[in-house]
Structure formats: C-alpha cells, structure tokens
C-alpha cells in the first residue's frame, strides 16, 4: 500500500507540474514571446526538474513512463548545465512532449485508483 501511495503521489506531482506550465504559458503562444519572459522560462525549468525528478523515483519503484529516461536526463542536463539550456529544446518540449505525457499520467492515475 505504501509503495502505491508513493507512485501516486509522484505522478500527482508530474501532472501538477504539467498543469503550472500549463498555467504559466497559456497567454504565450509563440517561441520569441516566451523566450524573452524569464520568470516564464524559469518557472517552467525548474517544473521540467520535478517531474524528471519524479520520473527518477517511478522507475526507483518500477513504473516506467514513456521517455522517462530522456525526461531524467533532461533534468539532470537543466539541474548541471544550466547555463547551456536551449529555450527552444524547452519549448518544443513544451508544445509536443508535455500534452502527451499528461494523459499518459493521467491514465496512470486511473489505473492506480482501480488497485
């Protein structure tokens, strides 16, 4: 039961995460705008940490999300190299990666529920 609690908990905080980039970028709707807003660009980084971070303890408790290892590496790139992080790798992270991670999160979650 332990455990069960734990993953939720993690995949809570990856749609949690998902859902405040979703909130911080949802007036900004092309590349230049959000490239030149740092508080957007920062709150989104340090979002993508979190749920790379999350996606290290899933795989700790054996539960695998699709690309979570490109996901930790990101994160783990963000976390060391951060004064080499291209804002259009983040954007186009954001535009096609994080909608398809949120349903499969959210499918999780249900599958989760039904133990």
């Given amino acids: 039961m332990f455990i069960v609690h734990k993953i939720e908990k993690y995949l809570e905080d990856i749609k949690l995460s998902i859902e405040q980039i979703n909130d911080f970028v949802h007036e900004i709707y092309s590349f230049d705008t959000f490239k030149n807003n740092i ?8 979002n993508i940490e979190i749920i790379g971070e999350c996606c290290k303890r899933l795989l700790a408790n054996e539960l695998e999300l699709q690309n979570a290892k490109k996901i930790i590496s990101f994160r783990n790139f963000i976390a060391h ?31 989760n529920k039904e133990l």
């Fill in 39 to 46: 508080l957007v660009k920062k709150a989104t980084e340090r």
């Fill in 81 to 111: 190299e951060y004064d080499k992080v291209d804002d259009e790798i983040v954007w186009g992270i954001l535009k096609r990666h994080l909608p398809m991670l949120y349903l499969e999160v959210l499918e999780k979650l249900n599958e």
